[in-house]
């Protein structure tokens, strides 16, 4: 299955974001996940699929996760996954989970990467006539980290500099590829970022339901200062917190969520109209069209309900169609 991918004959080319589906085989409460996964699917019928991560949430775990990938597996699209923070937490090491995952059909990811911190770090490019026009870079944002000093501090873990190291070569050599010129990219992982936080108590533009505080480390590495640096990344792209599925603007950057894929082994509350009893789980689409600036993003809702159609680019939010 072929990672560098092209548009459409009609130069359109479709995106599609899972995430935190938490699945356990065998566990009826898990039953919404798959059939969310499996609508949406045979019903938009993307270009590619990528899965944010927390794919399950209990043991057997490599069972877990191969029965909500499976629908992935077998619509013969090619996919991908950033490893979210439970991932590896049900029995099996993050390195026999990603071989697991690695080893579906369809699965694009490329193995771990000597030298990188973490396993899901990967590059699928777009390309149109005049040569690759879009980056979807994956990071590995891993599980947890204790860090050591006068007290021992537990977060959530931090993308690392090896992590950062191996996007700026990439995103130097796209460049130069493209004699020089930034090529407008993605980055797709699980656990939000520090920025996030500094955006909403900016209050910087917002559109769709905030409904959680974001949950990012404690530590903040410095990748979007060298998102900002490199000016390619447009678009950050996580899932972690369930009952959010927003857009933020802030700092030159869209810092978007994925919608809730899951089902009850969770918590999650929203509905189609933010937080309410009739949990509804879902999907987030981008659409790139060749040579255009920009892309357009939605929620889909399972069922088809399309929410917050929105066209983002140079730094603005605009409604799309």
């Known amino acids: 299955m072929s990672r560098n991918l092209?548009?459409?004959?009609?130069?359109?080319?479709?995106?599609?974001?899972?995430?935190?589906t938490h699945y356990i085989a065998g566990d009826p409460r898990s039953q919404r996940a798959l059939d969310c996964v499996t609508e949406a699917l045979e019903t938009v019928k993307p270009d590619l699929v990528i899965h944010t991560g927390?794919?399950?949430?209990?043991?057997?775990d490599l069972d877990s996760a191969r029965d909500i990938l499976m629908p992935?597996?077998?619509s013969g699209i090619p996919w991908a996954v950033a490893l979210g923070n439970h991932d590896s937490q049900f029995g099996s090491t993050r390195e026999e989970m990603f071989s697991m995952i690695r080893s579906l059909p369809?699965?694009?990811n490329l193995p771990p990467k000597e030298g990188v911190y973490g396993s899901s770090n990967d590059v699928i490019t777009l390309s149109g006539s005049q040569g690759v026009e879009?980056?979807?870079?994956?990071?590995?944002?891993?599980?947890?980290?204790?860090?050591?000093g006068e007290e021992e501090i537990h977060c959530y873990d931090y993308?690392?500099?090896?992590?950062?190291?191996?996007?700026?070569?990439?995103?130097?050599?796209?460049?130069?590829?493209?004699?020089g010129a930034p090529v407008p990219s993605l980055a797709f992982f699980h656990i939000p970022l520090r920025e996030l936080e500094e955006g909403l108590e900016a209050g910087a533009p917002l559109v769709g339901n905030n409904?959680?505080?974001p949950c990012p480390s404690r530590l903040n590495s410095g990748l979007c200062a060298q998102f900002r640096e490199r000016q390619d990344v447009e678009a950050i792209v996580t899932g972690h917190d369930h009952d959010c599925d927003y857009v933020l603007n802030y700092g030159q950057i869209f810092y978007i969520y994925g919608?809730?894929?899951?089902?009850?082994t969770v918590y999650n509350h929203l509905g189609r109209s933010g937080v309410s009893e009739d949990k509804v789980s879902g999907c987030r689409l981008f659409t790139f069209k060749e040579g255009v600036p920009g892309f357009e993003t939605c929620v889909r809702l399972q069922g088809g309900e399309i929410q917050q159609p929105l066209y983002l680019h140079a730094n603005s939010i605009v409604k799309a169609g």
């Not at 190291?165 to 130097?172: I, K, M």
Request: proline share 4%.
């Open 211 to 213: 409904c959680e505080p």
């Open 106 to 108: 369809g699965c694009v």
């Open 72 to 74: 992935l597996a077998q």
């Open 6 to 20: 092209s548009f459409r004959p009609d130069g359109r080319f479709t995106l599609m974001q899972f995430t935190d």
């Open 54 to 60: 927390d794919i399950l949430f209990g043991k057997p």
């Open 259 to 264: 919608r809730f894929s899951g089902c009850d």
């Open 159 to 179: 993308i690392r500099h090896s992590q950062i190291g191996w996007y700026r070569a990439h995103s130097e050599k796209f460049a130069s590829e493209n004699g």
């Open 134 to 148: 879009r980056i979807f870079y994956l990071f590995d944002s891993m599980d947890a980290v204790i860090l050591k």
